[in-house]
Nanobody, 125 residues
Framework: QVQLVESGGGLVQAGGSLRLSCAAS????????MGWFRQVPGKEREFVAG????????SYADSVKGRFTISRDNARSTVYLQMNSLKPEDTAVYYC??????????????????WGQGTQVTVSS
């Protein structure tokens, strides 16, 4: 049973923008902080951004601060990642995740409860 479904990935030129969406089942969304991770071949999955259950707190990886914005729509059980000023090094498979707290996502290893299937983001130079 698929519980987190990402969409919005694609190919974009450097400097461009994309918005990723992740639709979650209601019970998962309402009871968890939500976040985004990314992974490139041969590397570990890394934390990108997280947002608390009621959107009071957010957290970002240093590499995306000032360029990416995470938000959530509790009425739609959807979390978004707005990505601006994209760079070729942002190329990765992006995964949506749910965890009890943002801190669980930034821990090593991350203590997430659920993962989406991933969506490819490719930034050309």
């Amino acid at each position: 049973q698929v519980q987190l479904v990402e969409s919005g990935g694609g190919l974009v030129q450097a400097g461009g923008s994309l918005r990723l969406s992740c639709a979650a089942s209601g019970s998962i969304f309402s009871n968890n902080a939500m976040g985004w991770f990314r992974q490139v071949p041969g590397k570990e999955r890394e934390f990108v951004a997280g947002i608390s259950r009621y959107a009071v707190s957010t957290s970002y990886a240093d590499s995306v601060k000032g360029r990416f914005t995470i938000s959530r729509d509790n009425a739609r059980s959807t979390v978004y990642l707005q990505m601006n000023s994209l760079k070729p090094e942002d190329t990765a498979v992006y995964y949506c995740a749910a965890a009890g707290w943002i801190a669980y996502m930034t821990s090593t290893p991350p203590r997430t409860k659920y993962w989406g299937q991933g969506t490819q983001v490719t930034v050309s130079s």
